[in-house]
């Protein structure tokens, strides 16, 4: 069975009513051999990697044989996630690397030390990126910085925005490809 976590962006509300995020764990449940799971997260609005990280993998069962999609503060998430602990790979969206001048930001701790790239490339031997360049949140130069530092397989949209929508197709192809190579 295949372990896949949705991690979303920081917000509140229920999750599974927000952007793509049900829409793409009912898809991934419909595939065989996959368990896809979506939670509401703690501390939602700041989105605390000191608190984030251990649900990930106390409560959330992140491992070694879990692919982690994260989305905006989910990608930062997953990609700390992976500085730390073995996954079989990771699946951002709308992902930056600083904290953009923003204090919300810059208190939920992902942005206080360097990244780690070549630890996060070992510990996730395979890396798939989504952006856009017309994303109103973070310019196409922070995304760019992540997918250089990760190595990432960069998918690179015009007209995306910041993954706002209520389904999200690509994703769906990206995660069947990757577990059709046995990955």
């Given at each position: 069975?295949t372990h896949?976590?949705i991690?979303p962006?920081?917000g509140?509300?229920d ?10 764990q009912r898809k ?8 896809c799971?979506l939670?509401?997260m703690?501390?939602?609005v700041?989105a605390?990697?000191?608190?984030w990280?251990?649900?990930?993998r ?5 491992g070694e044989?879990?692919i982690?999609?994260?989305?905006s ?10 500085e730390?602990y ?6 951002i ?5 600083s904290?953009?001048?923003?204090e919300?930001e ?7 030390r360097?990244?780690?790239w070549?630890?996060?490339r070992e510990?996730a ?11 109103p949140?973070i310019?196409?130069?922070e ?6 530092g990760l190595e ?5 949209f015009?007209?995306k925005g910041?993954?706002?929508?209520t389904c999200f197709p690509?994703?769906?192809?990206v995660?069947k490809k990757?577990?059709?190579e046995?990955k």
């Amino acid at each position: 069975m295949t372990h896949i976590v949705i991690i979303p962006g920081n917000g509140g509300g229920d999750v599974t009513r927000a952007n793509w995020y049900g829409w793409a764990q009912r898809k991934l449940n419909e595939l065989d051999g996959v368990k896809c799971d979506l939670r509401n997260m703690p501390d939602p609005v700041i989105a605390r990697e000191s608190i984030w990280i251990p649900f990930m993998r106390d409560e959330m069962g992140c491992g070694e044989e879990t692919i982690i999609v994260g989305h905006s503060s989910g990608a930062e998430a997953a990609m700390r996630f992976a500085e730390k602990y073995k996954v079989k790979g990771i699946v951002i969206v709308s992902a930056c690397f600083s904290d953009l001048g923003d204090e919300n930001e810059r208190a939920s701790g992902y942005y206080s030390r360097p990244w780690e790239w070549p630890r996060i490339r070992e510990n996730a031997p395979w890396r798939v990126q989504f952006g856009s360049t017309d994303d109103p949140f973070i310019s196409w130069s922070e995304q760019q910085q992540v997918a250089d530092g990760l190595e990432s397989d960069l998918h690179k949209f015009q007209d995306k925005g910041h993954f706002m929508n209520t389904c999200f197709p690509q994703l769906i192809d990206v995660i069947k490809k990757k577990l059709k190579e046995g990955k």
